[in-house]
Nanobody
């Protein structure tokens, strides 16, 4: 069984930074894709950024240039460095692992950006 545990969320002022971490445990296969999604109140869950086992990345247009996704394959951990945060970045951020046609989700971590 695979488990994903996120950490690093919190409250920050607009223009500030946060770094999210997501550690995967259990049976992890390669190749895989890990990613960060977010869901704001009343909105659908959306992709923020994703990264493959070989570190190919993909970003939502709304976060390009501000957020950076990275991973440490030895630790099965993915990170999301968020800079220049805006109030519209406020959401619950979820980690996702996709491997061998299965997907796994973390429990989510709240990010709140005050204006």
């Amino acid at each position: 069984q695979v488990q994903l545990v996120e950490s690093g969320g919190g409250l920050v002022q607009a223009g500030g930074s946060l770094r999210l971490s997501c550690a995967a445990s259990g049976t992890i296969f390669s190749p895989n894709v890990m990613g960060w999604y977010r869901q704001a109140p009343g909105k659908q869950r959306e992709l923020v950024a994703s990264i493959t086992s070989t570190s190919n990345t993909n970003y939502a247009d709304t976060v390009k240039g501000r957020f950076t996704i990275s991973r440490d394959n030895a630790k099965n951990t993915v990170y999301l460095q968020m800079n220049s945060l805006k109030p519209e970045d406020t959401a619950v951020y979820y980690c996702r692992l996709n491997q061998r046609f299965k997907e796994y989700w973390g429990q989510g971590t709240q990010v709140t950006v005050s204006s």
